[in-house]
């Protein structure tokens, strides 16, 4: 391996990554990683190459093919890398926060691999949509607090393709909620003693999240206004017929229960300060998301950078207003 200037801590520290690859390629991976850490400018293969004083250890093909032809998996690393920073960096026994979000990286040229066009959410208006050409990438992060800040740190991820590009590459078209809760279950399935809170936005709480999740899994999310909300089904009378209520009686929406309900003051510290907002908590069946299971929606008065009211949903309703908004707020 060539000389690169690293600590010995760190290349213990990959080691835990060898059941990941091949005998030959585990080298390669070091030198990568080594070379990620130390460049400066661009993070180029060829700027990571250079970086790690690796120039002329191999061919720059072999760096290149790494990525492209390497039969080591994404996944597999990606689950080396909850464990390390479970055991690491959280406290045996809390809760695992989970934050969910799509992030686009944008690209130039018609050959990019995988590409399609994204709705570019930096650029959009709610009047005026802007898409733009490159890979959209449904990320699952582990909040790891260090510093005094709370950092998201990624460990599993999906490409999203869109309908286009799906049917050229003859592959089915999946959704981004699908793509996350693909991911998710398998964040679940690789820590089934902790309890994960994924927090996401409303383009992801919905019944594609929400409905079939694992056990050990709840869902903090942004709701609707106007969502459709129902009372818990009533109990099934001793000689009912028929199939028993899955609903009750419909409710009305947040929105509308918030022009008329008196809201409660709660102190929150959120986005590194703590203020005072005002809250009304509804325990209802959003049926159309959750279906028949009782979640608990918070609506939010007075939240910071917010003119108009929010609404933001738990599926664990013993979850009190400023638990869901703090935990909201790190997403």
């Known amino acids: 391996m060539p000389d690169t200037f690293i600590v010995g801590s760190f290349v213990h520290l ?6 990941c690859f091949t005998a030959p390629s585990f080298p390669t991976f070091v030198v990568l990683m080594a070379g990620w850490s130390l460049a400066t400018g661009r993070h180029t293969v060829t700027g990571v190459v250079r970086a790690a004083n690796a120039v ?8 290149h ?40 990286g944008r690209h130039t040229g018609k ?33 790891v607090p260090a510093f005094g800040k709370t950092w998201a740190l990624p460990v599993l991820f999906r490409l999203h393709r869109g309908q286009k590009r799906c049917k050229v590459e003859k592959r089915p078209y999946r959704k981004c909620p699908e793509l996350a809760a693909e991911l998710i279950k398998l964040l679940a399935e690789a820590l089934p003693e902790r309890r994960l809170i994924v927090v996401a936005d409303s ?44 609903r009750g009686a419909r409710l009305p929406s947040p929105e509308k229960q918030a022009a008329k309900a008196r809201f409660k003051r709660v102190e929150v510290t959120v986005y590194g300060r703590t203020v005072k907002v005002r809250v009304l908590v509804i325990d209802a069946l959003w049926y159309n998301a959750a279906h028949s299971e009782l979640v608990r929606l918070v609506v939010v008065r007075d ?8 609404v933001f949903v738990a599926t664990d309703p013993t979850m009190d207003a400023r638990s869901i908004i703090e935990t909201f707020a790190r997403q």
Request: with cysteine; glycine share 8%; net charge positive.
């Open 14 to 19: 990959l080691q835990a990554f060898v059941p």
């Open 56 to 63: 002329g250890w191999k061919h720059i093909r072999t760096f």
């Open 65 to 104: 093919r790494f990525f492209s032809r390497g039969r080591w998996l994404p996944d597999d690393l990606g689950l080396v890398l909850v464990r390390l920073i479970v055991a690491r960096c959280l406290k045996a026994g809390d809760a695992i926060v989970v934050p969910l979000d799509d992030t686009l």
């Open 111 to 143: 050959k990019i691999a995988g590409a399609s066009m994204h709705r570019d959410p930096l650029l959009s208006t709610g009047r005026r949509p802007f898409f733009h050409w490159g890979h959209l990438w449904v990320v699952v992060s582990i909040a």
């Open 203 to 246: 383009a992801y709480t919905n019944g594609s999240i929400i409905k079939g999740r694992p056990k050990n899994v709840t869902i903090v999310g942004r709701s609707r206004l106007d969502a459709m909300l129902y009372s818990p089904a009533p109990p099934r009378a001793p000689k009912q017929m028929g199939r028993p209520r899955v």
């Open 303 to 310: 939240f910071p950078g917010h003119e108009r009211d929010d």
